[in-house]
């Protein structure tokens, strides 16, 4: 079953996504060369503890940490740790969530650490970003949930890859549903598997959490020893982007971008909807 929204309910997961952007600007600033991802996390902590907000992965099916931090060929799921040390020219995606109320924001971004980054690496983030802002464009009334995974697939396909061959479109990880959990139906897949069909229409109270992850390579992934790290099986690099959004009666609402969506969607033509919290 979809869990559909009221305005109200909204305004209160705008106020956990406006806590994760919070996260994500600290810790982007604090991923700096010689920082461990531990320290990361650290500084997720002190966030949600200013915004009297909770954690939605620390302890999350086991998960041991407040935020994930996955480096280079990890895709997804990196553990925060002391022994994982920042370098020149790494990448690093840092994934969080929080908690208001009991309503849920989670998003995802791709920094860069350092200088010096090979121009495909910025480009494969780039692709990323703009892949997940495509699939942001699709949450509008009376689509389904396969537009949204079309717009994303379609999106990335579409970008030459520096060097040649296909960007690996993750296949066993996508977006969710999001509100009272974390985790929610209906699942979205980052690519169109016709075996699915549609999905639900999309309707006003829809909310989903967008995250296309793409790497150099393969699409394929495992899993490490942890049973939590997820790397790509050919050792290529990844990207990881994400954000909450909730289609109101007004269009999307970007729920963990600070402004909104506003300025992003007006470049694709697109009025988000009003921020319910002025």
């Known amino acids: 079953m979809v ?27 604090a991923a700096v060369p010689g920082a461990t991802t ?7 902590r002190k966030v949600l503890a200013e915004h009297n907000a909770k954690p939605n992965f620390l302890g999350y099916g086991g998960f041991p940490a407040t935020i994930c931090t996955s480096v280079n060929e990890v895709v997804v799921h990196g553990i925060p740790s002391d022994d994982v040390v920042l370098k020149d020219g790494d990448v690093i995606s840092v ?3 929080a908690i208001i109320d009991g309503w849920h924001g989670d998003a995802a971004f791709t920094a ?6 090979a121009p495909e690496l910025v480009e494969l983030s780039r692709v990323t970003e703009e892949s997940m802002w495509a699939g942001i464009a699709a949450m509008k009334q009376g689509n389904r949930l396969v537009d949204v995974s079309r717009a994303i697939e379609t999106y ?11 960007y690996g479109i993750i296949e066993d990880y996508g977006g969710h549903g999001i509100g009272t959990e974390m985790h929610m139906d209906p699942h979205l897949l980052n690519y169109v598997d016709r075996r699915r ?3 639900p229409k999309l309707v006003p109270g829809f909310c989903l959490a967008i995250e296309p992850m793409v790497s150099l390579g393969t699409p394929k992934t495992e899993v490490l020893q942890d049973d939590w790290t997820v790397i790509t099986t050919d050792g ?6 994400e954000h909450s959004v909730a289609l109101t009666e007004e269009g999307p609402l970007v729920l963990t971008a600070p402004d909104g969506g506003k300025a992003k969607l007006a470049e694709l033509g697109i009025v988000a909807a009003p921020d319910p919290l002025g």
């Open 3 to 29: 869990q559909i929204k009221s305005p109200e309910q909204i305004a209160k997961m705008r106020e956990a996504g406006l806590v994760v952007a919070a996260i994500h600007a600290a810790t982007r600033e």
């Open 38 to 44: 531990k320290d990361l996390d650290q500084v997720a």
């Open 95 to 97: 994934d969080c969530g």
């Open 112 to 117: 860069f650490v350092g200088s010096g980054h």
């Open 156 to 166: 990335i396909r579409r970008q030459p890859k520096p060097g040649g061959g296909k």
């Open 197 to 199: 069909g549609k999905g």
């Open 236 to 241: 290529t690099w990844s990207s990881h982007w």
